[in-house]
């Protein structure tokens, strides 16, 4: 899966020598409030994503994935770090300039039944888009012929322009929100935990269509979720974080079958096995005590205070980034540890 979609979107890349990543994230830090209740969101965290590629964000509820997306969509702006589409900053741009970059970053939504309006038809929701960026809005006939076009694309019917959300399953309303995500040809679109308010068969059904799509328009994804199995389903590359850091990131695969952070080891854990063979050899690593609060983060390695292989200088220490090279390619996977895991070591 991983391979077939990452060679068809390798035309569609630019990051060679002299050009830029589609996105890179540098040292962004988020915090809110002040004093004794002043919450650290995001703290240093580095990302970044070539064109036609996904990747996946994952880790438990308050480790600061949403507060990411919203800095990524220029919602929320860092308090310290770089954000950088093709080179540019978008936090520096202003009037007509950042709304032609708006144009370029796009989201899918959690809930389809809250992210359409119930008032208005499909046409109109996959339209709206162009409500706000008139200089690219369509004549009526072409607006017409690309709406049919888009419901085609996430495999609607052209008879469906004009049925309204009340109509539609939950898959078919993701579908038309992804289809309103592309109505301005972006080159990124977040996707903020976009099948997890959706059955098992329709999840494929939706996962499906943005990896079609991916293959067909080259655009990007930033994959939340805390469905492990989608997420390495759709990923090229996976982002682990943990109270606002990014604690583990590289391959998919590798990060799956080779986890070196024992939070990340620990999450794999849990991903059901079909694999007869790998389910007796493996078992559920339950983790001890329960989630720092985000206002009182533990010193030196934030996971120590769960991690059953911490020792003192966990406490006083910030654990380095340790690189490892993938055996027969150029990728790294990384991870924040003072005593990082060995291949498929995790379990014993």
Not at 48 to 77: F, H, I, N
Not at 108 to 122: C, G, K, T
Not at 171 to 191: E, F, S, T, Y
Not at 309 to 324: K, L, S
Request: charged residues 25%.
């Amino acid at each position: 899966m991983h391979e077939s979609r990452t060679t068809a979107a390798a035309g569609q890349r630019a990051d060679g020598p002299g050009t830029h990543p589609l996105l890179e994230v540098r040292g962004v830090t988020k915090s809110f409030g002040s004093g004794r209740r002043r919450l650290t969101a995001l703290d240093g965290v580095d990302i970044q994503l070539g064109r036609g590629e996904t990747l996946g964000l994952v880790g438990e509820s308050g480790c600061g994935k949403s507060t990411l997306a919203r800095v990524l969509l220029g919602l929320e702006r860092p308090d310290a770090g770089t954000v950088r589409y093709d080179g540019i900053d978008p936090f520096t741009l202003r009037g007509k300039d950042l709304l032609n970059w708006r144009r370029r970053v796009q989201m899918v939504f959690q809930d389809p039944f809250a992210s359409l309006n119930a008032r208005m038809s499909a046409a109109d929701l996959i339209g709206e888009p162009w409500r706000t960026h008139r200089d690219v809005t369509p004549d009526a006939k072409t607006r017409d012929k690309r709406i049919r076009e888009l419901l085609s694309l996430v495999g609607l019917r052209e008879s469906d322009a004009h049925r309204y959300p009340s109509e539609f399953s939950g898959g078919q309303r993701q579908r038309i929100g992804i289809a309103r995500a592309l109505a301005l040809n972006p080159d990124l679109i977040v996707c903020d935990e976009p099948v997890s308010a959706l059955d098992l068969s329709v999840q494929a059904q939706v996962l499906n269509v943005l990896s079609e799509l991916q293959s067909r328009l080259g655009v990007a994804y930033v994959f939340i979720s805390h469905d492990l199995s989608v997420v390495r389903y759709i990923s090229d590359r996976v982002t682990v974080m943990y109270l606002g850091k990014v604690i583990e990131h590289g391959e998919t695969e590798d990060v799956f079958d080779r986890p070196q952070h024992p939070y990340t080891a620990a999450l794999m854990s849990a991903v059901p096995v079909l694999d007869a063979s790998r389910a007796a050899e493996d078992h559920e690593i339950h983790l001890k005590g329960e989630i720092p609060s985000p206002f009182n983060i533990p010193s030196g390695c934030r996971f120590r205070t769960r991690c059953w292989r911490a020792e003192d200088r966990c406490a006083t220490e910030a654990p380095p980034a340790v690189v490892r090279e993938r055996e027969g390619a150029g990728d790294t996977h990384t991870a924040l540890c003072h005593f990082p895991l060995g291949a498929r070591s995790v379990w014993a």
